[in-house]
């Protein structure tokens, strides 16, 4: 269910705040890796936010976060399509080609 609501607290050190909304009295629990948004996710305290909720006790709140981004358009990224991702990286390694006649170590 999508709804609109303000960020009540947020604790960018722990990754998790409580945003606030008529359709989810009480407060609606929300983590970082929840948050549809490319680089550091972050939100602040009194901040507007579109959010997707599920019913289920979360740090004493009623109502857990699924989605939270920005705006009203839900931001089709790579959160959005993986949640779980907090981070991702990459690593390529290119090696040179031998030398011709250069010794090489060998481990027996």
Known sequence: MRTIGIVREWHSDE???VIDSDTTPGGCWAHFGSVLMSGYRSLSSGQ???FEFERGGQDGCDYRATAVWTGDDRPETAAAQ???AA???TLSL???APVSGAETDHVE
């Open 48 to 50: 507007r936010v579109s």
């Open 87 to 89: 981070y991702g990286s």
């Open 15 to 17: 990754g998790w705040g």
């Open 94 to 96: 290119q090696f040179d």
């Open 82 to 84: 993986n949640p779980s």
